[in-house]
């Protein structure tokens, strides 16, 4: 077996983890990653069937029963991964109930994954079903964007729309636009259906007041969609109380499109 300490989808993990904190987007031990992990990308480093303990989910997974995924633990600071990838980080297999984690590697001191696990299982199965490539799901906590929750009007349509003329950009990164659910208790069964909900129309979730959700094909799909969202965000925050002289229109936002043959999210443009 290969040392999984040396494994790209590791590293790249651990590199996002710490450009994600770097930008203040994960205080403390805010933020959750998780990988889905195809068999021969892990076959060489690890035993699918070795299996170091088993720690039910709470729910059920069913679409995802058999599959492994590389997911952050509960309480782990994204600090502190590159200096102890295994006792921050877990890969386990789904059971073939898919109701248990089948710990293969990682938290190593007794931990767990994440507290977020039904969004990220949900959305998985969520964005899967309508992207076969997709193997990322994503959150955390960006300034901005959680900023906007507070004085922006939560429609979808709306907060979307107001990303989109924050730069030219947002449209050309998210045109599937952004879902926004409104404040609910974190952690729970309820706000993993609600993302999943979210996910089968966009990559990108806002859980008002807490953060946001980014699903893609790969780390740098996911964080990229965060990392353009939020730079919206920053532009609204700074501007929203000035008067505006000019600004991005939706013909604009249409020429866009048409340039770059974007499948921009039907009935978002005016
Ligand atoms: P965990 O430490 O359980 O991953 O929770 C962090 C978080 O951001 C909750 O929404
Ligand atoms: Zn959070």
Same mark, same amino acid.
């Given at each position: 077996m290969k040392d999984i300490l040396t494994a790209p989808f590791l590293t790249e993990m651990a590199r996002t983890a710490t450009n994600m904190y770097r930008l203040g %987007?994960?205080?403390?031990?805010?933020g959750n990653i998780s990988l889905l992990l195809d068999e021969e990308t892990l076959a060489p480093y690890l035993?699918?069937?070795?299996?170091l303990r088993e720690i039910p989910t709470?729910?059920?997974?069913p679409a995802l029963a058999g599959r492994c995924f590389l997911v952050t633990g509960t309480g782990?600071?994204?600090?502190n991964i590159p200096d102890d990838p295994e006792a921050n980080l877990g890969i386990f297999r789904l059971n073939d109930d898919g109701d248990a984690a089948q710990l293969? %590697?990682?938290?190593?001191?007794g931990g767990s994954f994440t507290s977020e696990l039904p969004a990220h299982l949900m959305s998985h199965m969520a964005r899967l079903q309508v992207d076969p490539a997709h193997r990322v799901v994503l959150h955390c906590h960006p300034d901005n964007l959680l900023a906007m929750t507070f004085v922006h009007d939560l429609d979808e349509r709306a907060f979307t729309r107001t990303l989109w003329r924050m730069c030219t950009e947002c449209v050309m990164v998210f045109p599937d636009g952004v879902g926004v659910l409104p404040w609910m208790v974190c952690g729970t069964r309820e706000i993993g259906l609600a993302t999943a909900e979210k996910m089968r129309l966009s990559r990108l979730a806002v859980w008002a007041h807490h953060g946001i959700y980014a699903a893609g094909a790969s780390l740098d799909e996911a964080f990229g969609l965060i990392e353009t969202a939020e730079k919206g965000a920053g532009i609204y925050m700074k501007i929203a109380h000035l008067p505006w002289k000019q600004a991005i229109t939706d013909q604009q936002l249409r020429q866009v499109a048409a340039r770059f043959g974007l499948k921009v999210r039907p009935g978002y443009l005016d």
């Open positions: %987007w994960d205080e403390r031990n805010a035993d699918r069937g070795h299996v709470g729910f059920q997974a782990k600071y994204f600090k293969l %590697w990682g938290y190593s001191d």
